[in-house]
C-alpha cells in the first residue's frame, strides 16, 4: 500500500506573512496597536461595513455581540443544532436560555419553519451558521424576524433601536462568501468570522466582529464598547497609554481581555493581500472535486449557485446508505493510506455538554440523519492538482466506489 502525506488543513504561509510578522517584531509593538487597526480597516473596507472590530477569536467575536446587545438571563437565543459547540456555547456565557433547532431535510442549514415557531416572547437573538462558507437564507431569517416583531420585547436601549430579533451570524467558515452583492459580514445584524490556523485567511488564532448600518444605532459607539469589553474596560489603550507622560488611565467596568495583538494582525494583512488568489484556489479545487466525483453515489454541498458565492471552506460530502461507523471505517482507511480527512459537524445534542443541558439528538432527526453518513474531504491552498486527484482516488477506493 503506496503512503501518501495529504494533511486536512494546514495553514498556507509564504514568506509574505513571514516578513510581515518580522516587521513587526523589529518595531517594537507586537501587542494590539497600528497593525491590527490598519487590519480592521481593511476588514470593514472588504465587507462593506462601517466598522470592524478585531479580537482573539471568533468565539469571543460572537459574544461580545450578545453582551453589547444586552442579552442575559431570561433571555432566550436560537442557534441550529448542526453545528459547532462555538455557535452554542457564547449563549451559555452570558446565562441565556440556549434553543436548538434542527435542520431542514436533507440540509445543513436549520429548518426555517422550525425557527419560526422556536421563537418566543424571550428570544432577543438568532445564530445563524455559514457552515462551509455558505450563505444562509437571511431573505427569509428578516421575513421571520419580521413576522415575529410583535413578540418582541426590549430591555434595553439598544434593544429599543432595533426593535426586533436581532440576527447575530456566525460567519466564522464564511469570510469573503457573497450572495448577490453583498458580501458576508454586511448581511446579518452582526457577523462574526474566526481567523483560526484552519480558516480560509488565517492570523494563527485571531477572529473579528462587524456589523451593519441600523438606523439611529450609534455605530462609532459600538467600536468604542468593544474597544473597553476586549481590554479589561480601561479607558486607553496600551498604545495610547505609551505616549509619554500619559499613564493616567481609569476602569469603567469589570470587563474581559480578548483583543488582537499586532502579531496576528500582521499574518493576517499579508493574507488579506493574498486572499483574492487564495478564494480562487479554492474554487479550483471544488470544480475539480466536482468532476471527478460527479455520478457517485454521493451528496456534495453545492458552493456556487446563482447569486451565492461562497468562501469555499469545507468540501463536505455524503455517501448514500452509508451508516456512521462505515463512514468512520472509511476515515480510518484513508488516514492508513496518508489522507486526512474529518467530520463537520457531530450535532450538538451528541455532545455530553449539551446532553447535560437535556438536548436530546431524537429531537433532531435531520441533523442526525444528516450526521450519520457525512465526511470532509481535504480542501486548503497547499493541495495540488495532483494531490487532490490522490484523495479521489483513495476515497473512492476506501468507500468501495471505485
Known amino acids: 500500500m503506496k503512503k501518501y502525506n495529504i494533511p486536512f488543513s494546514p495553514p498556507d504561509i509564504s514568506e509574505e506573512e513571514i516578513s510581515e510578522v518580522v516587521d513587526t517584531l523589529k518595531s517594537g509593538w507586537i501587542t494590539t496597536g497600528p497593525k491590527t487597526k490598519t487590519f480592521e480597516k481593511e476588514i470593514a473596507n472588504y465587507c462593506h461595513t462601517e466598522y470592524a472590530v478585531c479580537l482573539n477569536s471568533a468565539t469571543a467575536a460572537l459574544e461580545m455581540a450578545l453582551r453589547i446587545l444586552g442579552v442575559g438571563p431570561g433571555d432566550e437565543v436560537i442557534t441550529t443544532a448542526y453545528t459547532y459547540t462555538a455557535s452554542a456555547s457564547v449563549v451559555c456565557h452570558v446565562g441565556a436560555k440556549l434553543v436548538l433547532v434542527d435542520t431542514a431535510k436533507d440540509s445543513y442549514e436549520m429548518d426555517y419553519a422550525q425557527l419560526e415557531n422556536a421563537i418566543t416572547e424571550k428570544t432577543k437573538v438568532i445564530i445563524p451558521v455559514d457552515l462551509a462558507g455558505i450563505i444562509c437564507d437571511y431573505r427569509r431569517i428578516y421575513t421571520i424576524v419580521e413576522k415575529k416583531k410583535h413578540l418582541f420585547h ?53 477572529g473579528a466582529l462587524t456589523w451593519k448600518k441600523q438606523e439611529n444605532v ?178 473512492k477506493e476506501c468507500a468501495g466506489l471505485s
Open 154 to 206: 426590549p430591555e434595553n436601549e439598544i434593544q429599543k433601536k432595533y426593535g426586533r430579533i436581532i440576527v447575530c451570524a456566525d460567519g466564522a467558515h464564511a469570510f469573503g462568501a457573497e450572495k448577490g452583492k453583498q458580501k458576508c459580514g454586511e448581511i446579518a445584524d452582526f457577523t462574526s468570522f474566526s481567523f483560526h490556523a484552519v480558516k480560509n485567511l488565517t492570523t494563527a488564532e485571531g
Open 218 to 395: 450609534d455605530g462609532q459607539k459600538i467600536y468604542k464598547k468593544l474597544m473597553l469589553m476586549s481590554l479589561h474596560g480601561q479607558s486607553k489603550d496600551a498604545l495610547s497609554k505609551t505616549q509619554l507622560g500619559a499613564w493616567e488611565y481609569d476602569i469603567v467596568a469589570p470587563y474581559y481581555k480578548c483583543n488582537m495583538t499586532d502579531i496576528m494582525a500582521s499574518i493576517g494583512l499579508a493574507q488579506f493581500r493574498r486572499y483574492p488568489s487564495l478564494l480562487k484556489r479554492r474554487r479550483e479545487i471544488i470544480e475539480f472535486y466536482n468532476r471527478h466525483l460527479d455520478g457517485l453515489p454521493i451528496q456534495v454541498l453545492p458552493h456556487y449557485v446563482a447569486d451565492n458565492k461562497s468562501s469555499g471552506h469545507l468540501y463536505i460530502i455524503r455517501i448514500n446508505g452509508k451508516s456512521r461507523e462505515e463512514m468512520n471505517e472509511i476515515i480510518k482507511k484513508m488516514a492508513e493510506q496518508g489522507v486526512a480527512t474529518n467530520v463537520h459537524y457531530k450535532p450538538l445534542p451528541c455532545l455530553s455538554a449539551y446532553k447535560n443541558m437535556g438536548f436530546d439528538i431524537k429531537d433532531y432527526p435531520n441533523a442526525a440523519a444528516m450526521y450519520e453518513n457525512t465526511m470532509t474531504l481535504p480542501l486548503h491552498t497547499k493541495l495540488t492538482d495532483e494531490d487532490v486527484a490522490v484523495v479521489i482516488d483513495v476515497f
